[in-house]
């Protein structure tokens, strides 16, 4: 269980680290929130995730892939599967992470240059967001680059709002860190010990450790913002799990998070189920789609051995392996291709033949995955457990998928989404051992 951990903060800051001068006042309950007249109407909750386009450290970081998934991705199906947000927006000044968050299901806040500057602040975009939505009483400030946010933390935050009565709520961590004090360069001193005492080293489970602020979420009401103040009144704090607090900011941290985020991130409201039959659109994705013919009007085509030894792997972990095509390929050279499989081309309705097949092998849609990259899987990727398509596949086989690869088509994109299936099926069988 995600444990939930309240107390009165003892410094104010902004999410971007910057003190704010002064402590902030103590503050009443919304006035929004208060007795009206007739049926009192809930307080107007909006999930706000930050996303500007000029990005230094990561050009585009927000609508980067990550574990095939555009960043802000993960933080929008988090956001929206909670339940507990009357609206979910995207501040944004850039036109391609408009068009990912409304992919996603966001609606769109469209910054002006003034507060999307380098110089601006998180507050300035979010006090600029309120002043054209009045309706909005509390904000949820989700960072874009949290990609292992969970909605559970969202609705036990939203529940310290409504319930408890808190202005304020942050995202910490727990770290056992010890920490020392700093020597100017140049300066002869001596260290010392901040939070520990040297002779006297606690071992770490003798030892709480302390709270940091991770950034993942800042959640205020209305009136504390306008004030200027993301934290303050009566605030409290929310101890996220130490394996859920990710954070993106330079190149180096990918790697690390892309593997953090298969094995403890949030992949949707539905439990995943063991992938029993793997079909592969054969143009495109196990090919290149390039078509070479001989003298003798012979047809030649290629394909990448890391394809095939990812066929051949999912074969060995007990998953039945089947290509299809809508063209008239010839079956003759798929044959010499000697991968074993079973197949079925020249197929105008590509999701009636998948249907059948895994009626026949009686599996649900969720132990069915599919590669595609073209109109034509549009439909099995949109219906099937876990769908996937190369770096090269058509924008609307793109929009309707849940793995993009990095590799393209007939160049390891097979080989890639192979592997992304034998990570997701760890987190499954891991899942059934708890």
């Known amino acids: 269980m995600d444990s939930v951990e309240k107390g009165a903060a003892t410094s104010v800051s902004n999410p971007r680290g910057r003190p704010s001068r002064g402590r902030p006042p103590k503050l009443q309950r919304n006035s929004r929130g208060g007795q009206g007249r007739g049926v009192e109407k809930p307080p107007h909750m909006a999930a706000l995730i930050l996303a ?3 990005s230094k450290g990561i050009p585009l970081k927000n609508i980067k892939h990550l574990a095939g998934v555009p960043l802000i991705g993960w933080v929008l199906r988090a956001a929206l599967d909670s ?6 927006w995207v501040s944004t000044d850039h036109d391609e992470i408009e068009n990912v968050a409304k992919q996603f299901g966001a609606q ?3 910054r002006s240059s003034e507060a999307s500057k380098d110089s601006s602040t998180s507050l300035d975009a979010i006090i600029e967001f309120l002043n054209y939505h009045n309706e909005v009483d509390i904000v949820g400030n989700i960072q874009a680059t949290s990609p292992c946010l969970h909605p559970t933390d969202l609705q036990k935050v ?12 942050f995202s910490v961590v727990r770290r056992h860190q010890f920490r020392w004090g700093e020597i100017q360069k140049g300066v002869r001193e001596m260290t010392e010990p901040l939070n520990l005492n040297p002779a006297k080293r606690p071992r770490r489970q003798d030892w709480d450790g302390e709270l940091y602020e991770n950034g993942s979420f800042y959640f205020a009401k209305r009136h504390l913002i306008e004030m200027g103040y993301l934290q303050g009144g009566k605030m409290a704090y929310y101890e996220m799990r130490a394996e859920h607090s990710v954070d993106i900011d330079v190149d180096i941290d990918w790697p690390i998070a892309e593997q953090r985020v298969l094995r403890y991130g949030y992949f949707g409201k539905e439990k995943l189920k063991e992938i029993k039959l793997f079909v592969c659109n054969i143009d495109g994705c196990l090919t290149n789609g390039h078509i070479y013919v001989s003298g003798d009007q012979k047809e030649i085509i290629s394909y990448d051995i890391k394809d ?3 066929i051949s792997l999912l074969k060995k972990s007990g998953i039945e392996v089947r290509l299809i095509s809508e063209r008239a390929c010839s079956k003759q050279t798929l044959s010499s291709l000697k991968l074993d499989c079973k197949m079925e081309v020249n197929v105008p309705d590509k999701l009636a033949v998948v249907d059948e097949w895994r009626k026949e092998m009686g599996l649900c849609w969720k132990e069915v995955a599919y590669l595609g990259n073209e109109v034509s899987d549009e439909e099995c990727l949109k219906k099937v457990g876990l769908s996937g398509v190369p770096a090269d596949a058509c924008a609307a086989a793109q929009k309707a998928v849940g793995y993009i690869c990095k590799s393209s088509g007939g160049r390891g994109a097979l080989r890639e989404f192979a592997e ?3 990570l997701l099926m760890e987190k499954v069988i891991n899942s059934c051992q708890k």
């Not at 339940?83 to 979910?88: D, E, L, P, T």
């Not at 319930?163 to 709520?169: C, F, N, Q, R, T």
């Open 83 to 88: 339940g507990v947000f009357q609206s979910v």
């Open 158 to 169: 939203a529940e310290m709002i409504r319930e408890e009565g808190y202005d304020s709520v």
């Open 420 to 422: 992304h299936i034998f």
């Open 308 to 310: 095939a030894i990812g």
């Open 108 to 110: 769109v806040h469209r």
């Open 52 to 54: 500007r386009g000029g």
